[in-house]
């Protein structure tokens, strides 16, 4: 059973601090990820992707990626109570081409 | 439209009843997908198309649960003989090919399912 695993939350940081979201996947053949945010009552939005192992930065969010310990995580610099909301990480495997999210982290930006 | 868009919005039914889901994605994108998300839960993979075809319906719960997609653009989910642990957003995405390197999926707003 593939899975993507993250920490339910939810995780609270002071705003202006940066927030760390991680996530696990079980599939070795996942080969692109992507970070979603979803707010209450909305559908996802698409944050960031990324294929290749290391960091991939966007604004105030940077990406991580580390196949080896088969894990993705994602930061959020100078946090704004607007980045308040649940984070969905996701993988994807070219040998089936599933997208298996996991169940979402719930960041709190405390103002 | 600019995005994806899904009808109804909010669909409450009695159980036993069929509904049927309806999905439009960005016109041009070849790839549609089909989620289901219970309240504080992540999103399940259904089912995809890549134009007109299924290659994979294995993330469909039961035999209750069918999708097709007509001419490379609208798809539509229909649940059989509804049952209360259906109830559930179900949320469409779209992308311009199969989600993978470079290609990204864009979700329309979901449809709000209640059996009662």
């Known amino acids: 059973q593939k899975e993507v695993e993250q920490n339910s939350g939810p995780l609270s940081v002071p705003e202006g601090a940066i927030a760390s979201l991680n996530c696990t996947y079980s599939d070795r053949g996942s080969q692109s990820f992507f970070w979603y945010r979803q707010y209450s009552g909305k559908s996802p939005e698409l944050i960031m992707s990324i294929y290749s192992n290391g960091d991939k930065e966007d604004g105030r969010f940077t990406a991580q990626l580390n196949k080896a310990s088969q894990y993705v995580s994602l930061l959020i610099r100078d946090s704004q109570p607007s980045d308040s909301a649940t984070y969905l990480c996701a993988a994807h495997s070219n040998r089936d081409d599933k997208i298996i999210f996991g169940k979402g982290t719930r960041l709190h930006i405390l103002p | 439209g600019a995005g994806v868009s899904q009808s109804p919005s909010n669909k409450v039914t009695e159980k036993g009843k069929d509904v049927e889901l309806r999905c439009d994605p960005i016109?041009?994108?070849?790839?549609l997908y089909w989620y289901r998300q219970s309240l504080g839960q992540g999103l399940e993979f259904l089912i995809y198309?890549?134009?007109?075809?299924?290659?994979?319906k294995s993330g469909l719960p039961s035999d209750r649960f069918s999708a097709e997609r007509t001419g490379g653009s609208v798809s539509t989910l229909t649940i059989q003989r509804t049952q209360q642990e259906d109830s559930a957003v179900y949320l469409c995405?779209?992308?311009?090919?199969?989600?993978?390197?470079?290609?990204?999926?864009?979700f329309g707003p979901g449809t709000r399912l209640t059996v009662l």
């Open positions: 995405a779209s992308s311009l090919g199969l989600a993978g390197m470079g290609v990204s999926q864009f």
């Open positions: 016109s041009g994108h070849t790839a």
């Open positions: 198309f890549q134009g007109n075809s299924a290659p994979d």
